[in-house]
């Protein structure tokens, strides 16, 4: 089932997981952004639209 909404803990969750995967596969800034959409999708099980806002947070320094 699909999640509706991200609380502030899923939130941090994602960006942690992101940050990981960051510094453990040496992923470059240019896809950065890719690689949160689908961290967003998958915690989500949904394939529609990520946030904007939420995925600027996400990807904020």
Do not use: C
């Amino acid at each position: 089932m699909a999640k509706k909404s991200i609380s502030a803990v899923d939130a941090e969750l994602i960006r942690s997981a992101l940050k990981t995967a960051i510094y453990e596969d040496k992923l470059p800034e240019s896809e950065w952004r890719d690689q949160a959409i689908k961290l967003i999708q998958v915690f989500t099980g949904s394939n529609t639209t990520v946030d904007p806002k939420l995925l600027d947070w996400i990807l904020r320094k």
